[in-house]
DNA sequence: GCCGTTTTCGGCCCGACTGTTTTCAGTCG
């Protein structure tokens, strides 16, 4: 089992525990203890078996998950799991999924009504026997009717660039409300998360009314769910939740600190301020014995410096190591910044399925401060993109070296490729030619359905050979409509390691890839990582920040990453092989 | 179940809104 089970085990006791009414503070301490497990450098197979380290010691493991972690290490499954499976019904976690349905209803609807699955429970609804229940009333009925239909039809989470272009609409829409003196957007949109499950909106204004009120005629939106004083809450587009905020000016700061999380950040936010004598909400903090005087709360920057804290940025709030770090800013990592990019080394051309020319690339790179690129159209495997054969690839290379000879200043363009790893293992392109190359990216884009050890096999295979330099978005997934092929990752960092290659964060925002916890495991091994956009047009290289964002939560250091070397460094590097 | 700058027991972040009641529990973020 490696930290993922383990977490997935822990994560799902949390959820069975809480359905069977179990103390919340229990339940808590699952959950943080699967997100522990999940962020742990090292397989946790690892640390039980190395006598001079102690699962307890870190953050969230006590004695009790320590030594269930090691059953499930030994065994592959723990007692207390099966047994809490076994006693309860499947239909009980679906029905909490329905929005206003939370775990108490849900185990007094099934028990009642014996609902063993939601077609039951609609059923159920539309004989109106809901209603009849202690606590129940025909509202609660519809709202469960209306819930049913969410639940089936509402597209979970969408990703950050389709966040980025709702928030864009709301912002136009809300703007020309002349009575809002701010806003802002809050929430796992502001913390840059892969995938967005809401849009929280904050806006400073005397007027509550007419901010809702506009907001009320959004075009796209599909119903409210709530309106009260300061809060509103609707549903927009395919049943996507955005959600309003309205505060005073003087709780901004405090409001927009809490609104935009992560819970586990707010969590360990307030128990700080609890230890120093502060009490904090979204109006701002306040002293313990005088709840109702705020002593801050205008800035997120006031609120932290009275918790001894420097402002911490909105991607590293996620109840890791953030309070740490600005507890004493001079001794955390130099987390990597998009203004340290220095290039972008994956990207294609006419020549094979991109929009515009080496010359068109290379002008709008330069135009976006790179001091040098990679060109790396695909190989012939990838026939629908046109791509390139060993004598294209030479010719291509050729114009190239033309097109450096002719540049001014220091800006180059590195001769490379995104060669294909084969269905069978071999590469696309000979190795004489690739030999010729400054840059080989090896990339796995067909018989993706292969078994994990085939998949895995031509990976390590890949890396093995001397021209390869790194394999482009390691696990193929695309968020949202693709997962990742089965392929065994651990191997394929020990590979890197041993060969000393590169992996890449593929900044495309549909594929982010490797994703936030599988970079911080191939960084833990110390494998050098790319941020490339895999721009197949100009405007595909704005996407560089979306890795950076990634890289940023978690936690990549500076000199990790390829893109802020020199290029002396970096071909340097190179010659490793 | 975790954890310790009053601690190895007794806390554990905090508030808005709704529905069902008649003062509050449940849900959500």
């Not at 077609?119 to 004989?127: K, N, S, V, Y």
């Not at 004489?432 to 990339?443: F, G, H, M, P, R």
Request: glycine share 6%.
């Amino acid at each position: 089992m490696n930290n993922v089970d383990i977490a997935h085990a822990f994560e799902e006791m949390a959820d069975l525990l809480e359905l069977h009414g179990e103390n919340a503070f229990r339940v808590r301490a699952y959950r943080q203890g699967a997100k522990a497990i999940a962020d742990l450098a090292l397989p946790v197979a690892e640390i039980l078996r190395d006598p001079n380290q102690d699962l307890t010691s870190f953050p969230g493991i006590g004695s009790t998950l320590a030594e269930k972690s090691r059953t499930l290490v030994e065994t592959g499954s723990l007692p207390q799991l099966e047994k809490l499976r076994t006693e309860t019904p499947p239909v009980l976690m679906q029905m909490t999924r329905i929005p206003g349905l939370g775990v108490k209803k849900a185990v007094v609807l099934q028990k009642e009504l014996s609902i063993q699955s939601l077609e039951d429970l609609r059923l159920a609804c539309q004989e109106q026997r809901v209603r009849v229940l202690k606590g129940f009333a025909a509202k609660t009925e519809q709202l469960i009717l209306d819930g049913l239909a969410i639940a089936e039809s509402a597209s979970q989470r969408i990703r950050l660039d389709q966040a980025d272009r709702l928030v864009q609409r709301l912002r136009e829409h809300l703007e020309v409300v002349e009575e809002i003196e701010r806003l802002e957007f809050a929430g796992s949109y502001r913390r840059g998360k892969e995938t967005v499950g809401d849009i929280d909106i904050l806006v400073v204004s005397e007027n509550h009314t007419t901010v809702m009120d506009r907001l009320g005629c959004f075009p796209g939106l599909q119903s409210v769910i709530v309106r009260g004083e300061t809060k509103m809450s609707i549903r927009v587009d395919d049943q996507f939740q955005v959600d309003l905020r309205i505060v005073p000016g003087q709780s901004f700061g405090a409001a927009l600190q809490y609104f935009t999380g992560s819970k586990d950040h707010n969590v360990a936010v307030r128990s700080r301020a609890r230890k120093m004598g502060f009490t904090i909400n979204e109006y701002g903090a306040a002293k313990l014995d005088k709840p109702d005087t705020y002593v801050a709360g205008r800035t997120e920057e006031e609120l932290y410096a009275l918790l001894g804290l420097q402002w911490i940025a909105p991607e590293f709030r996620e109840g890791r190591h953030e309070l740490q770090w600005a507890e004493m800013p001079n001794s955390a990592p130099q987390v990597i910044d998009v203004n340290d990019i220095v290039c972008d080394l994956h990207m294609h051309t006419t020549q094979s399925d991109g929009n515009h020319s080496l010359e068109q690339m290379a002008a709008a790179a330069q135009q976006r401060g790179l001091k040098h690129i990679a060109i790396t159209d695909h190989s012939k495997r990838v026939s629908m993109a046109r791509g390139l054969d060993e004598a294209r690839l030479l010719a291509q290379w050729a114009e190239i070296d033309r097109f450096n000879a002719q540049q001014p200043g220091e800006f180059r363009v590195l001769k490379g490729v995104e060669c294909d790893v084969l269905e069978a293992g071999p590469l696309d392109i000979a190795d004489e030619v690739l030999a010729q190359a400054d840059w080989v990216i090896a990339s796995v884009h067909y018989g993706q359905k292969q078994s994990r050890e085939q998949i895995t096999e031509r990976i390590v295979g890949a890396l093995r050979n001397p021209h390869v330099d790194i394999i482009a978005h390691p696990t193929g997934r695309l968020i949202g409509s693709r997962p990742p092929y089965e392929v065994d990752l651990a191997a394929v960092f020990e590979a890197a390691v041993e060969y000393k290659k590169a992996l890449e964060l593929n900044s495309s925002p549909m594929r982010l890839d490797l994703s936030e916890v599988n970079l911080m495991a191939a960084c833990a091994a110390g494998i050098p990582i790319a941020i490339n956009t895999d721009a197949h047009s100009i405007d595909g290289l704005d996407a560089m920040h979306y890795g950076v964002l990634q890289a940023r939560r978690a936690g990549i250091e500076k000199g990790q990453v390829i893109n802020t070397w020199p290029l002396s460094r970096l071909l340097s590097w190179l010659q490793h092989a």
